[in-house]
């Protein structure tokens, strides 16, 4: 199995931005990250392939970026206008194909205060 180590959530003000970090044990397909917020289901932030390909969750509208580093095994979030509502846990996943996560991490909380 898929081991995820994640980093770089904390608290942010309303507008500002975080970078999410999650490196991968060994090489896999697909990478990306979900989130929940309290009391809401688990929902796709964005995903992104060995080969560049990327899918964000309509929410996200241009305001988050992932990239990757396939040689480090890391795949990364860039979150920019951040907003009170993007509060939640965000969870790395990974898996063969983007729509079937296989591996998670443990989680990172981001908090935007507004």
């Known amino acids: 199995q898929v081991q995820l180590v994640e980093s770089g959530g904390g608290l942010v003000q309303a507008g500002g931005s975080l970078r999410l970090s999650c490196a991968a044990s060994?090489?896999?397909?697909?990478m990306g990250w979900y989130r929940q917020a309290p009391g809401k289901q688990r929902e796709l932030v964005a995903a992104?392939?060995?080969?560049?390909?990327?899918r964000y969750g309509e929410f996200v509208k241009g305001r988050f970026t992932i990239s990757r580093d396939n040689a480090k095994n890391t795949v990364y979030l860039q979150m920019n206008s951040l907003k009170p509502e993007d509060t939640a846990v965000f969870y790395c996943y990974a898996g063969v194909i983007w729509t079937i996560p296989l591996s998670w991490g443990k989680g990172t909380l981001v908090t935007v205060s507004s």
């Open positions: 060994i090489s896999i397909n697909a």
């Open positions: 992104i392939t060995t080969g560049g390909t990327t």
